[in-house]
T-cell receptor, first 113, second 111 residues
Framework: NAGVTQTPKFQVLKTGQSMTLQCAQD?????MSWYRQDPGMGLRLIHY???????DQGEVPNGYNVSRSTTEDFPLRLLSAAPSQTSVYFC????????????FGPGTRLTVL | GENVEQHPSTLSVQEGDSAVIKCTYS??????FPWYKQELGKRPQLIID?????GEKKDQRIAVTLNKTAKHFSLHITETQPEDSAVYFC??????????FGAGTTVTVRA
């Protein structure tokens, strides 16, 4: 099993550009989530999903969209990138519907100029 | 939402000594409390977790204690080794589907 995979590893954007961060898991997990990690602030939940077709907002959802068309994939879209979105983004998945052990992907380091 | 505070932000210990990290949470309905370890440049990985119906849990050199009344939980690492050097994050669940993380503790084990 590959576990949780994320692409790209690194990305540089200009202010106002849009892009999609990809996340996939091969563990048949229903629960998937996106976090951003900033120095001194831990991990903050952006959006999560408890199954295909079901998504909801986390702690810091503004400026981000998600969709869940399959169990395996959970892409995160930045609509109009801003310097404040410079961060490391982690995707995670978990068994069950409620939050439980989270298996994190390797992360995407995003810089917005 | 849930507010999780974590102390200390940095911790330096001599190899073989114990390390203790403490977290407090605000939502009395929180029922799941995991701890994650993140090595430099790597992804966070679960090291131990506890649910609200349990007061203490141990796994070899690592233990977690939970005080629901005081709304705090702690991570204890005994006989620390150089490979324990990392950033440790506590977290608390809220609304069943969300995790709120503490800001992290950087642990350095001195040889």
């Amino acid at each position: 099993n590959a576990g949780v995979t994320q692409t790209p590893k690194f990305q540089v954007l200009k202010t106002g550009q849009s892009m999609t961060l990809q996340c996939a898991q091969d563990m048949n997990h229903e629960y998937m989530s996106w976090y951003r990690q900033d120095p001194g602030m831990g991990l903050r939940l952006i959006h999560y999903s408890v199954g295909a077709g079901i998504t909801d907002q986390g702690e810091v959802p503004n400026g981000y969209n998600v969709s869940r068309s399959t169990t395996e994939d959970f892409p995160l879209r930045l609509l109009s990138a801003a310097p404040s979105q410079t961060s490391v983004y982690f995707c995670a998945s978990g068994k069950g519907l409620a939050v439980d052990t989270q298996y994190f992907g390797p992360g995407t380091r995003l810089t917005v100029l | 939402g849930e507010n999780v505070e974590q102390h200390p932000s940095t911790l330096s210990v001599q190899e073989g000594d114990s390390a203790v990290i403490k977290c407090t949470y605000s939502d009395s309905a929180s029922n799941y409390f995991p701890w994650y370890k993140q090595e430099l440049g790597k992804r966070p990985q679960l090291i131990i977790d506890i649910r609200s119906n349990v007061g203490e849990k141990k796994d070899q050199r690592i233990a977690v204690t939970l005080n629901k009344t005081a709304k705090h939980f702690s991570l204890h690492i005994t006989e620390t080794q150089p490979e324990d050097s990392a950033v440790y994050f506590c977290a608390a669940s809220y609304n069943d589907y969300k995790l709120s993380f503490g800001a992290g503790t950087t642990v350095t084990v001195r040889a």
